[in-house]
Structures are given as C-alpha cells and as structure tokens.
C-alpha cells in the first residue's frame, strides 16, 4: 500500500462507524466537559476571588484537583489502549472500530506508557543530564556534541516508536515492544523513508486539524467538547490507523519478496503470471512448435484435401493452460478462532482483535 492509499484510509476511517465513534469519544468528551468548566470558571474569576476561593475551600478545592488529575491520567491511559486496540485491528486486516472495553484498553495503555517510558524518555532524559553537565563545565564543544546526538537519537527514536507499538499491538509482549535489533529490521523492510515520509504526512494533518480544534476552545464549554472530544479522538483513530496500516506494509512486502513469479500487464488480462527465471515464455513456445508444424506451401492448392486433426505430441505432452489456471491467486492465510469469544483471527496473529486474550 503506498502513502496516499494509507493517508487516505486513515482519514476516512475515523468517521466509518459515527456510533462507535461517539462511543470510543466517550473519555475524551468527559474530559472537554471538565476543562470546558475549569475555563468557564477562571475566565469570569479575578485572581483576588480565586485567590480567596482556594483559601476558605483548601481542602475541596484540593481534592477536587485531585481527583481531576487522577481522571486525566486514566484516561490518557485509555486513549493509548483505544490506539493499540485500532492498530491490533488494523494488522488483523479489519476495517471496523475496536469494541469499547475499559479493561482491555487499561491493560493495553499502561503497555503502551511503559514502552514510551522506556524507549522515549529514558535515553532522552540521560542525554538532557549530559547537556546540563556541559553546561555546568562551561564546555561547548561537549554540549554541541551532546545536542548533536539529542537530535539523531530523537529522529530515530521517532521513527521506531511507532513500529514498537505496532509490535505491542501484535503480540501483547512488552519485550517484543523492546527488542531493538527485531523493530530495527523490520523498520529497514518497511523502509526508513517510507517511515519519515507518513510521520510527516500524518505530523501536518494533525497539525491543521489541532489548529482548527484550537480555534474552537474560544467558546465556552461546547468549544471545549467539541475540541477534546471529538476533534482530539479523530486524531488519535487517524494517528493509529495510519501506524496499523503502515505496520501492516510489512507482510505486503513479506509476500512480494517470497513470490517467485513476477506480474507483467498482459492486453488481454490485467495481470498475467510469468517464471522469470525462463528466457522465453511457455505460450511463446508452444507457438513456434506449433508453427513448426503447419506447412505454408504456396503451391499446395489442394483445399479438397483431408485435414488431418489427431494432435501431435506437443499437444499431448503440454495441454494448453486455460485463463483461469494462467492467472492463479495465492491461497488466503488461515485462521485461528479465539477460545473465549469464537472471533476468528489470522494465522499470524497472536492475541486476539476483538477481546485481547492470547491465542
């Protein structure tokens, strides 16, 4: 599948199902609905009745934040389950909405948090301390070096979360999430360039679509849902399709590396099989032993003639190869069928896209 047949799936794909989609839009819209109040408050607030407020209501005001912070992150939590739920989905070649289960989404979120940890934060917050060392011993050729390898070690990390990912939606494993040399190769059978090339496609569409949402947080509450709610979900389905998808190229390129006959346009089928190992084609030779067996002498006139129709042993060693048998499909993969919902899954997939348990 190429970048635009990805970007354009991605992009429909969100809005496929409106009624799953209002429902996976469901933490989102709760969290607009607070920010939306929380704004509505300290826009008609003077920072002297805020101020007043928080001391005559510490403790309320003190769990009610809390309890805010707390809502945040859980759901932060269930949208990364929500967007490995859409890539597991999406390796699993269907096009339809992940199910809405709380519990599978906050077993896959806090998955998907500890491999962003642990990929994404750590090496980056090692190089941070190594800059502010340079700094502290006023070395600038240490620093630069160090922002130097800050911004390689980014871009590439930034290429291979989205692949590490795709590896946690497909086998559930964390260590398979974070086995670099696995991810490294199949990031180089995908292709590093092809990586970049969707990152920055889905990094501008995203980014138009945010700027828009922004726009929209001016208005008092209905802003604030709309934004969060929908404008931050659509962009969380899109993201994660368009990583499915590009994970999914994978096999795509699997199977046409392992294919031994190549495709060729033919005027009379839109794809005609041939060995490319041979130097000429079976139909060419079957025509130039056929021809070989016709006479075109001129001065043969007889049309009275007997024709004589008994095949010759060409024909009887090679029969001809029908259309259908010329332009042969591979057989599709297997299935394996989930003991605990009956979901049928293919072969290669090991946990299962419809309720999360290993295969």
């Known amino acids: 599948m190429d970048m635009s047949n990805i970007i354009n799936d991605s992009?429909?794909?969100?809005?496929?199902?409106?009624?799953?989609?209002?429902?996976?839009?469901?933490?989102?819209?709760?969290?607009?609905?607070?920010?939306?109040?929380?704004?509505?408050?300290?826009?008609?607030?003077?920072?002297?009745?805020?101020?007043s407020l928080v001391n005559n209501n510490f403790t309320t005001v003190s769990v009610s934040m809390i309890v805010i912070y707390v809502l945040i992150l859980v759901f932060t939590i269930i949208n990364s389950g929500i967007g490995v739920s859409v890539i597991r989905k999406t390796i699993g070649e269907s096009n339809q909405l992940p199910e809405f289960d709380p519990n599978v989404f906050l077993i896959s979120g806090i998955?998907?948090?500890?491999?962003?940890?642990?990929?994404?934060?750590?090496?980056?917050?090692?190089?941070?301390?190594?800059?502010?060392v340079a700094i502290a011993?006023?070395?600038?050729?240490?620093?630069?070096?160090?922002?130097?390898?800050?911004i390689v070690v980014a871009i590439l990390?930034?290429?291979?979360?989205?692949?590490?990912?795709?590896?946690?939606?497909?086998?559930?494993?964390?260590?398979?999430?974070?086995?670099?040399?696995?991810?490294?190769?199949?990031?180089?059978?995908?292709?590093?360039?092809?990586?970049?090339?969707?990152?920055?496609?889905?990094?501008?569409?995203?980014g138009i679509i945010?700027?828009?949402s922004e726009l929209l947080l001016g208005i008092p509450v209905i802003g604030a849902i709309i934004s969060i709610g929908?404008?931050?979900?659509?962009?969380?389905?899109?993201?994660?399709?368009?990583?499915?998808?590009?994970?999914l190229d994978r096999y795509n390129?699997?199977?046409?590396?392992?294919?031994?006959?190549?495709?060729?346009?033919?005027?009379?089928?839109?794809?005609q099989q041939y060995p490319p190992s041979q130097g000429q084609y079976q139909q060419d030779n079957m025509i130039n032993s056929n021809t070989q067996q016709l006479d075109f002498n001129p001065d043969n006139t007889n049309d009275?003639?007997?024709?004589?129709?008994?095949?010759?042993?060409?024909?009887?060693?090679?029969?001809?190869?029908?259309?259908?048998?010329?332009?042969?499909?591979?057989?599709?993969?297997?299935?394996?069928?989930c003991s605990q919902c009956g979901y049928e899954n293919p072969d290669y997939i090991v946990v299962c896209m419809n309720c999360g348990k290993e295969l």
């Open 11 to 51: 992009f429909k794909y969100p809005l496929g199902d409106m009624k799953q989609f209002f429902v996976l839009a469901i933490p989102n819209i709760i969290l607009g609905v607070i920010f939306g109040i929380l704004m509505l408050v300290f826009s008609f607030s003077t920072p002297e009745g805020l101020q």
């Open 111 to 132: 998955k998907a948090l500890i491999v962003e940890i642990v990929l994404y934060v750590i090496p980056l917050f090692v190089l941070l301390m190594l800059f502010a």
């Open 137 to 150: 011993l006023k070395s600038s050729i240490f620093a630069l070096i160090i922002i130097i390898l800050f």
């Open 157 to 206: 990390l930034g290429l291979i979360l989205p692949i590490c990912l795709a590896r946690l939606a497909e086998t559930d494993d964390i260590g398979e999430a974070l086995s670099i040399s696995n991810i490294w190769e199949i990031a180089k059978t995908i292709g590093l360039v092809n990586i970049f090339c969707i990152l920055v496609l889905v990094s501008i569409i995203t």
């Open 210 to 212: 945010s700027f828009v």
């Open 230 to 247: 929908l404008f931050n979900t659509y962009i969380l389905l899109f993201t994660a399709r368009a990583n499915g998808l590009l994970y």
């Open 253 to 271: 390129r699997n199977q046409f590396t392992n294919n031994p006959y190549q495709q060729y346009p033919n005027t009379q089928d839109q794809y």
């Open 304 to 337: 009275n003639q007997p024709v004589d129709n008994k095949p010759t042993d060409l024909q009887q060693e090679t029969p001809v190869q029908d259309d259908n048998t010329t332009n042969q499909v591979l057989p599709e993969s297997g299935v394996k069928k």
